[in-house]
Every structure is written in C-alpha cells, then in structure tokens.
C-alpha cells in the first residue's frame, strides 16, 4: 500500500491501522467515541475514519483533494463534510480536541483514539489471514532491501531464528543474472518462507535503472499444487503464445466490463431485432439482503445509512452513474443483446417500437429511486436535524450529478423527484431548518436545480455528450407510451415536438454517450455494497419484500405513497 506524503505522515500516529477490513475495525470499537483511521479496501486504499456513536459503528470516508503542486502548499487537501485540512492528522486534530461532529447527519463525535497493535499491515489479505505468532520487528528497525535483485541477499531475516533446512545459504550476488530478472537460486527455496519474507514494499528503488529483461521467464518455482495456496504465491510471466508451465495458471487482470472496449463500427451490421432486451441484472444471492426479506427491514435501513454516511457525494453519483449506464444500455452490452435489440445501445432502442419493456424499466427505475430518497428523509423519526441534514445529503448529491459534474440526469431526476415528492415538500419546519442551518444546499436547490429540472422535463435544458454523460429519458419515454402532456394544446404541442427532437438527437449521439461515460468512470473502482443497493432489484425487494416485489407495478407504487403519506404526516401533522 502506498501512502501519500501529503503534509505530515500519518502512518506513525497511533491511531491509523492501515490496510483493516469494516468488520475488524467495528470489533476493536468497544465504546461510544473510540475510532481509529483505516484505509478502505472498497474505496481503492482511501483512508476512512471507523467511530462508534450511541452504539452503532459508523464509517466516514476522508476526501482527498488534489492540488496543483506549489511551492508553500501542500499538494493535497483532506475535507469530510466542509472544512478542508492540509494533512490528515490536522483534520483528527480539529475533529477530536475541538469535539466537533464528524457529520452533522449522526452528530457522531471521535473522541478516544484507539491505538495500533503492532506494525501497520502491509496488504489487505493479510487482514484475512488467521491471527498468528509472527516475527515481526518495529517498523523503523527493519532492515529493507532494495528492489534490484541483487539486494536480494540482505534480505530482512528474524536473527533470532536460523534459516530453514530448505532455505538457500549461497550469496545471491554471486549468481549469474541477466538484467531485472529474479536471481535463480541453485537450491530452490521453499514456497512458504517467500511468501512469508517477501514483501513488495520492503524495497527502495536502485539508484541505476536495471538493464532491459529478456521476454522468457528465468525463474520457474517448483510445483506447490500439493501444498495449500498463500496469498502472495509468485506465479511466473509468461508469454501471449506460450502456455503456462506445468502446475501454474498465469491469470490475466480482468477489464471492468464498463471499460472494456466496444466494437468498431466495421465490426458492426445491422440486425433484424428478434426480441425485446431487458438490462436488468438477473437475481442473484445479495450480500445485503438474504433469500426472503420482508419490507423496510430495520437492521438492513441500518447498514444502508452506515453505508451511504461513508461515501461522499462524488462517490455516491459515480456509483448512480455506473448502475444507471448498465441499466440504460450505454455500457456492458453483449454481442447477443446487440444483436437481439438491432442496434448497438439502449439509447437508440428506447426510440424503436420494440423498446417498450425497456421504456418501462426506465421508468419503474426512476419512480422507484424517488421512493428510496423519499423515504431517506421520512424515515427519520428523530430530531428535525436529522431531516434537515438529509434533505441536505439529497441536495449535495442532485449538485454531483447535475450536467458538467458527473452528468448523470436520470440519477438527477430521481433526486429531485425525491426532493419534490408532495410528502417531502409539505415539510415546511424542516425546509425551514435546512434554509436557516444550510443555506448553500438550500440556494442551490432552489436556484439552481428546480429550474434546471423544470427546463428537463419540458425538453429542453443542457444535453451535450460534452457535459452530460447520461441523458434525460424520462420524457421521451413517457411520451412513447401514450402519456398525455399536461398544458394547454399549444404549449403541449410545442413540448411534444422538443421532446421528439431531443430523443432523434439522443439516439444520434448514443456512441458519443458512450465515451463520455466511459470517459467519467475510468479507474473507478466502486464498491459492491452500494453498487447493489443501487440497483432496481435491490430496491423493488427493499421497498416491497421479496414476496411483494412481484406484484404489478401500479399497485406497489399506490401501497408505498400511502405509507410515505402517513411518515409524512406523523413527522408534521397538519395543523
């Protein structure tokens, strides 16, 4: 794991434990105010703040902002809600002497820092492994090797225990080599004391640049089929036109199928379309939810808010974004389903008549998110900071994904659909309180978003590939499946002809889509959690329970108002 040396260096405070899972980390948080900083195996290493408050364990995940590099300023920034710091121990500095929330949603306050036991671990499958003696010495009295192979032989080695019989006692130096490649050994070392000595960041770059390796393997380690798998097992490059050796698989790095390259247009042909295309991901064994659920199940609400407080906004809209892309059919469509649907992306399929199962995915899609954000703010029974904080969640979140941000206007739609509902909007104490405590989120929302969304839905409003990465389909959609326009004749007629217009010019544009989506979520690493709690299926189930996830769609969605209905009117009653 690398660290960034942005300011002071975190790695030596105490209370930073690098690479942990969430589950380690909530066992060693016993009491209201422990916490600790851990770097997020979900979140690409970022470092996440784990603090128990009344209970619960929460995680916070820490913004890294990076600068232009100038001399007098640090070259990155560190911010968990507002107030950015130039280092991260400044940021748990500020936060635990000053006794500040760390976010005002939970009013979580870090209080006791819970100290690291022994060194920091180097990789998160160590954090998997069985909790084992193991020489260890402190971190600074470990003597390192450098990354050239012929540093190989200062090898850190414990001094209090002898080699293994197995173990090599020729000088590694002394061994004919060529350029970079692994010194081959006259006595093969034993599989177990590399994988248990070697470690790829005990090293220091050479001060020379090692000559140009040959293009074969020089080092074959012998079979271990016999012996258990370890998780730092050296598996030999081979050649494309080579097989791999006997007992070994050489596994190649997996493309995320939202970065996998779409077919030229030579490479394409027109079909005759065989059948309706559904992008809807198939049920499979959820990590969240087991096989049978009922509706709105506490403990899983639970874990879903934990889950949603941890990511930032930004994150949260790239997620939306890389579901609402899969669901749409901008990205990770097969060669059967292009073949199946006549045309290469779901955005020119909502134009065709058989893109009505389609048209109303999309739809249930969008009025469903609208429920989920909904009931975000109307399922808080506590003070009214807590609704005002997630009103305020929602607001950010609709700013992440607004055009020339993430770009993602279906996920924006939702939000506001959300922020809009009649059972959210009657809130007048609470938009009152968000007005007084937030007043950036509120000016945004009525400013900036409200009239953005109006001019969407009527047609018109941003739609270049350039700043949007997913457009509106909402309207054309509706339209498409006989939905009458509300307004007079003229006004509806003028709207009908610019949704027409807008869904010709989607169509059109679909590639250019493609590649700005695509463009916006390379390197993303998302997590799986919050990637299924995205999801439509994951949704329907959450909101209605396995069993009433199967009924029609008209009737779930009546049920679910009149509940949101009567949250709304328990939280203000009328007067």
Known sequence: MQVPQDGEDFVGQPWYHGPLSRQKAEDLLQQDGDFLVRASKSRGGHPVISCRWRGSALHFEVLRVTLRPRPGRPTALFQLEDERFPSLPALVRS???????????????????????????????????????AHTVPLRDRKRSDSHPAGLEHMWRPPEDPPGPGASTVSASGLPRTGSDPVILKTPVPLGFVADSLRASDGQL?????????????????????????????????????????????????????????????DRCFARPQAEVSFCLPDTLSCLLGS?????????????????????????????LLVDCQATGVLGVTKAQRGAMGVASGLELLTLPHGHRLRLELLERLETLALAGALAVLGCAGPLEERAAALRGLVELAVALRPGAVGDLPGLAAVMGALLMPQVSRLERTWRHLRRSHTEAALAFEQELKPLMRSLN?????????????????????????????????????????TLHRARQTARDAPRFREAAARRLRGFRPSRELTEALTTG???????????????????????????????QRLEPDP
């Open 538 to 568: 994951f949704l329907r189930r959450l909101l209605w329970g396995s069993r009433g996830a199967g009924a029609p769609w008209a009737t779930r969605l009546e049920k679910f108002q009149r509940v949101l209905s009567v949250l709304s």
């Open 458 to 498: 009527e047609g018109a409003g941003p739609s270049d590939p350039g700043e949007v990465a997913l457009p509106h389909v909402a309207p054309a959609a509706r339209l498409l499946e006989g939905e009458e326009l509300p307004g007079p004749l003229d006004e509806s007629c003028e709207r009908l002809l610019r």
């Open 95 to 133: 936060y635990v002497i000053g006794q500040r929330p760390l976010s005002q949603a939970t009013g979580a306050v870090a209080s006791r820092p819970v100290p690291r036991q022994g060194p920091i671990r180097r990789s998160f499958s160590e954090d998997t492994l069985p909790d084992v003696p």
């Open 206 to 266: 050479h001060a020379k640049a090692p000559t140009k390796p040959p293009r074969t393997p020089s080092l074959l380690l012998p079979d271990a089929s016999g012996r258990p798998p370890t998780y730092c097992e050296l598996v030999p490059r081979v050649l494309r036109g080579q097989g791999p050796p006997h007992g070994h698989s050489c596994p190649e790095a997996e493309v995320p199928w939202w970065e996998a390259e779409e077919e030229t247009e030579e």
């Open 292 to 320: 049978q659920n009922r509706p709105l199940e506490p403990e899983v609400l639970h874990t879903l808010r934990g889950l949603f407080l941890e990511h930032h906004p930004g994150s949260t809209a790239l997620h939306l």
